[in-house]
């Protein structure tokens, strides 16, 4: 008989929250092998241990954030049906509850990147994520919501309806929005900060939290941080290790009350940060500044974690101390989406 506390397959003794991770990097391959069967997609690799090998990043072959996005094309096309989403909500909350006692996660993903380009009607997508959602809370008893992403590289009008989306679905279990995708493509952000400003507000006044990728590697600096988190006033940003060389951008982020979702070996593996180090320097900068931050997988199959693993991680390196781990994981609870 596995009693509670050993059930509690983290070193800290409690149980988490994760706020920032993907749908698309957080599938399990034999899942998204079968799903790609049952839908009959042509794959490029012919047997099951090729496929494993080719959804999953190996660091050797990553040198920047793009080289890392590109594995999300052939996770989101096979993540592209109402039975696939739904399945792969399901089993992303599932696995992170029995691997590391995650009992608070918030799920992230485009529906429009899950639609074969209209083909697929966006409704029952976003209604299949919530049957996922549904079924994995009944079963487990943790909390969880999911968050739709904008996207950089997408034209305003595409992102506005991802927005109605959310607002739409909030009442059923969408807690949020988020703005994802290359730091360094074209994009009309900048050009129409004031309709992006608009949309966040309508966001947040419609009870969703608003979250966004930002400073994550030096195409988004610290500058870049300051400009999105006074247009778009999120609650939190995604990744904002850029912040932590600007003063003013620290000072921006403790005033604002903004919590910023560090994902340790997701920056090691983009090359955000150069190695352990620097992650050390980051995360000690944070601390010595006062900001709020919490601690998350980003894309626990893809990357090969979990957040057990992010916790063993950051012990083991002496990167940070389990009271202050503890405070992050008080500062999930305190800032997560799900109410
Ligand atoms: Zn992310």
Redo the contacts with the bound molecule.
Sequence with gaps: MVNRLEATRNSLGIELSDL?I?LGGAVAPHILWSLAHQQGLKLPVGSYWEFAEFITIDPAKINTLDDYLSYFHWTEKIQSSPEAVERSVYEVISKEFRSSNVTRLELRFNPMKRNRGGERDLDHIIHAALRGLDRVVLEYQGKAGLILCLDREFAFDLNRVIVEKAVHYHPRGVVGIDL?GSESGPSDLKSRATDYAALCSRARDAGLGVTV?VGETAASPAAEVMEIVEVMQPHRI?HGIQAVSSPDALKMLKERNICVEI?PTSNMQTHAVDGIEHLGRVLRTLVDAGILFTINT?NPYLSHTNLRHEISFLLANKLMSAAELRQCFAWAEEFSFIR
């Design positions: 920032h993907h994802a990728h995604g994902c980003d």
